[in-house]
């Protein structure tokens, strides 16, 4: 990766959107595989975990729109992006939409644990003391942001499954 001064904010626009999903999904899993919560809570949640991921990274692609929003060329877009690969495959997230892959919730989990890398990485190199403590410091708020996030994705699709089941009903 590009350690210039330009590349460090994208990289963390993507631990932003991408790098707090796997504790996400790994939480919902456990709570989903305690027997207490094994009725219809499971198979709901579980099952928007994908769909929540490509929310995600629908809001991520809304993001680089609106960054690219002046000046759509391919001049400028390949001048202003310097973590090329990185972006594209956070922009790769927004096809679980697509329902045969969304019914695999683990590769969502696999896609995401790229950006979840950055992250451990990070912190193995603040504890082995070659690391600057503010880079750290940054990559934990943003980590925190990204489990918001995530958790706010996952939330709204719930509410609005539940009131999709509610009103069918009706």
Do not use: C
Request: aromatic share 20%; hydrophobic share 50%.
């Amino acid at each position: 990766m590009d350690n210039n001064f330009f590349a460090y904010p994208q990289k963390l626009e993507l631990l932003a959107f991408f790098s707090g999903y796997p504790l996400i999904y790994t939480i919902i899993i456990f709570i989903a595989g305690n027997q207490q919560f094994k009725n219809n809570f499971k198979s709901r949640i579980v099952s928007l975990l994908p769909f929540a991921y490509a929310l995600v990274g629908t809001f991520y692609l809304g993001l680089q729109l609106k960054n690219f929003y002046s000046y759509y060329s391919i001049g400028n877009i390949t001048f202003t992006i310097q973590q090329p690969y990185l972006m594209a495959w956070g922009l790769l997230s927004i096809l679980f939409w697509i329902p045969a892959l969304g019914k695999k919730t683990i590769l969502s989990l696999l896609h995401s644990l790229v950006f979840f890398f950055f992250i451990v990485k990070d912190l193995f190199l603040q504890l082995s003391g070659s690391y600057d403590k503010d880079i750290t410091r940054n990559d934990m708020k943003i980590y925190t942001a990204s489990l918001l996030l995530n958790l706010v994705a996952i939330a709204l699709l719930s509410l609005l499954s539940f009131l999709y089941t509610r009103f069918k009903k009706v």
